[in-house]
């Protein structure tokens, strides 16, 4: 069964980044988009970024806009998030996601698949 594994969570200052990767189990050719999607505590569910399997579109948040670059690696099947000048704020659950609709939407309920998630921790 296709498994998506997150790993690059952990707790950082005000400013400090990280770099979260999604590695997938197994092909996954059925599938045209990732994403990186994020929850606090008592909050919904939001899309951060969402890239196509060939890395032609991309699409970001408002909130991370300028921050955040998603990117892919198809020979690994692997997508990354590199978030830079984090706030608390971005403090979260970030989930990784595929999904095999073709259209930019970042709305978790059209999301086929998630990740188990990785903490991020943005103290001030």
């Known amino acids: 069964q296709l498994q998506l594994v997150e790993s690059g969570g952990g707790s950082v200052q005000t400013g400090g980044s990280l770099r979260l990767s999604c590695a997938a189990s197994?092909?996954?050719?059925?599938?045209?988009?990732w994403g990186w999607f994020r929850q606090a505590p008592g909050q919904e569910r939001g899309g951060v970024a969402i890239?196509?399997?060939?890395?032609?579109?991309?699409r970001y948040s408002v909130s991370v806009k300028g921050r955040v670059t998603i990117s892919r690696d198809s020979a690994k099947n692997t997508v990354y998030l590199q978030m830079n000048s984090l706030k608390p704020e971005d403090t979260a659950m970030y989930y990784c996601a595929i999904r095999s609709s073709y259209t930019l939407s970042m709305r978790p309920t059209e999301v086929d698949l998630w990740g188990q998630g990785t903490q991020v921790t943005v103290s001030s």
């Open positions: 890239i196509s399997d060939g890395s032609s579109a991309i």
């Open positions: 197994g092909p996954t050719y059925s599938y045209t988009f």
